[in-house]
């Protein structure tokens, strides 16, 4: 029987490569270069699987073609905004992502932002590398505590979850929630969380403020100047969602005035592109879109493709089939 042919159309963990090498009729982008839009539009004429990730621009456009030979987007990701799905699926599409395995290290990663930007590890550093430390003193570089201060989290999915289980047993930290449909109580009661009816009933009560939403039209600058004003002068505002959410002009603002007290930014809205007035606001944390960057996650991302497209390919219904 003929192996279906498949795209990765990014580098991935080898122990997954290997894996698929041995299943499908693989072909690998051994450069590891962003593939274009005319690229991908060809691929879905030449492939029965295209497996892409969030470098991979997927609107409509690409969709537009006289005949299709995919079925099957295996995203490499929870997020999928960068797939129009509306379009896979008036082509017959399925599309498919990776969630649950990257929960723990993207808010591992959301608290490790938080934790540098109250504690201005990203200045100490650079002080420290720079050469001017110029020793222990008590008003040297004085932060924020973390333990016990409020934490609201949008978007109450398993990533904002995960950040509240860390920040309620890790920190004793009060949480607050906002998420569009009501969470269960029961679910708010593991973290000792309290749902809020909206966005601008949070903003107000918070020291920190941490993004689990998706990305995509529905959200882009969900954080807006106004938004940003109903935050305490003192808050700080953590993103690990996507770049689109916050609305990039509007915080460097807000760092630049002090209207808020700092932020911490794992995405941005045109990586890896970054404004220079985020690059240059000491109040700011930036790191490169890491969130799901370990070899257990990674990994453990391209297991959960293989297992979706093995179940497609043998005629079964992919477990994280979202179009
Ligand atoms: C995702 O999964 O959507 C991330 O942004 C990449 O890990």
Not at 73 to 98: M, P, Q, W
Not at 213 to 240: S, V, Y
Request: hydrophobic share 40%; aromatic share 6%.
């Amino acid at each position: 029987m003929t192996r279906p042919r498949v795209l990765v159309t990014r580098r991935w963990p080898q122990a997954v490569e290997t894996k698929m090498a041995e299943v499908f009729d693989l072909t690998l982008n051994t450069s590891d270069r962003p593939l274009t839009e005319p690229e991908l539009k060809d691929a879905l004429g030449q492939y029965d699987a295209v497996l892409p990730t969030v470098t991979d621009r997927l609107p409509a456009a690409v969709f537009d073609r006289a005949s299709t030979r995919t079925r099957i987007l295996a995203n490499y990701g929870v997020g999928f905004a960068h797939i129009d799905c509306e379009a896979a699926k008036s082509r017959g599409i399925a599309v498919t992502n990776t969630p649950d395995v990257l929960s723990e290290c993207t808010a591992d990663i959301a608290m490790t932002l938080l934790l540098m930007v109250a504690r201005r590890a990203g200045e100490g550093e650079r002080e420290l590398r720079d050469g001017r430390w110029t020793g222990w003193r008590p008003t040297h570089l004085i932060g924020t505590k973390v333990s016990g201060a409020t934490l609201g989290i949008i978007g109450f999915g398993r990533i904002g979850q995960a950040m509240a289980q860390r920040a309620q047993f890790g920190f004793g930290m009060k949480i607050l929630v906002q998420n569009r449909s009501p969470v269960p109580a029961e679910v708010l009661a593991r973290y000792n969380a309290t749902q809020v009816p909206s966005i601008e009933d949070l903003l107000p009560d918070c020291d920190f403020v941490s993004l689990h939403c998706p990305g995509g039209a529905a959200n882009r600058h969900l954080i807006n100047a106004r938004r940003l004003d109903l935050m305490k002068p003192g808050a700080f505002l953590i993103n690990t969602a996507r770049g689109e959410v916050v609305d990039e002009h509007a915080l460097a603002q807000s760092l630049w005035f002090g209207t808020i007290a700092g932020a911490g930014l794992d995405v941005f809205e045109r990586e890896p592109s970054i404004p220079d007035a985020l690059l240059n606001a000491d109040n700011l944390v930036l790191l490169p879109h890491l969130g799901s960057a370990t070899r257990e996650t990674r990994e453990g991302m391209g297991f959960r493709v293989l297992e979706n497209l093995t179940a497609f390919f043998d005629g079964r219904a992919p477990r994280d089939r979202v179009a």
